[in-house]
């Protein structure tokens, strides 16, 4: 079985840039789940997918956004670039259920720099 | 608010010295929680779950309710157990996961 996949490692954008990131689930998953990561922090939730519909969502603005396609890969959109946008941005996918948690596969991560 | 609290940024232990590493949550219901371990240019990857009661590389750790804590447990240290890791919390299945802000584990020979 592939694992997950993120492209691309590493991203240098402008302020007010947008910027698209990708992940390629592991093969049979549901659901994927995007994390920012801040120098020094845990992974903090983004949004996840579940089925291709939106399953929940953390505490990030609506410039955040996402799709998940039917073969499972997924997109996070970022408009409107901040300077604190920069952090490691993972992607990690699971065959999940209503109520229930499994194991959370992840990706290497995207680095993204704002300047 | 759910939340998960890692009081240690740093635990610096000699190889077969005990390790702790705390973990408090805060969530009214049920949690699973699970720790996450990253080792040196690895992704994040799965150490155990609290419901599956497991014993992993050794390492074991128990749901506490009453003290809202699932402290990760090693009798013995060894210097591949260096790494960062990470307590997180999920809630209503799904896999969504909220992370604590990761303990670094230092073993040194």
């Known amino acids: 079985e592939t694992g997950v996949t993120q492209s691309p490692t590493h991203l240098i954008k402008t302020r007010g840039q947008q910027v698209t990131l990708r992940c390629s689930s592991q093969s049979g998953h549901n659901t994927v789940s995007w994390y920012q990561q801040a120098l020094g922090q845990g992974p903090q939730f983004i949004f996840q997918y579940y089925r291709e519909e939106e399953n929940g969502r953390g505490n990030f603005p609506p410039r955040f956004s996402g799709l998940q396609f039917p073969n499972y890969s997924s997109e996070l959109n970022v408009n409107a670039l901040e300077l604190d946008d920069s952090a490691l941005y993972l992607c990690a996918s699971s065959l999940a259920a209503p109520g229930e948690s499994t194991e959370a596969f992840f990706g290497q991560g995207t680095r993204l720099t704002v300047v | 608010a759910q939340r998960v609290t890692q009081p240690e940024k740093l635990l610096s232990v000699f190889k077969g010295a005990p390790v702790e590493l705390k973990c408090n949550y805060s969530?009214?219901?049920?949690?699973?929680l699970f720790w996450y371990v990253q080792y040196s240019r690895q992704r994040l990857q799965l150490l155990l779950r609290h419901i599956s009661r497991e014993s992993i590389k050794g390492f074991t750790a128990d749901l506490n309710k009453g003290e809202t804590s699932f402290h990760l447990k090693k009798p013995f240290a060894q210097e591949e157990d260096s790494a960062m890791y990470y307590c997180?919390?999920?809630?209503?299945?799904?896999?969504?996961?909220?992370f604590g802000a990761g303990t670094r584990l230092a073993v040194h020979p």
């Open positions: 969530y009214s219901g049920s949690p699973e």
């Open positions: 997180a919390l999920s809630s209503g299945g799904y896999n969504k996961l909220i």
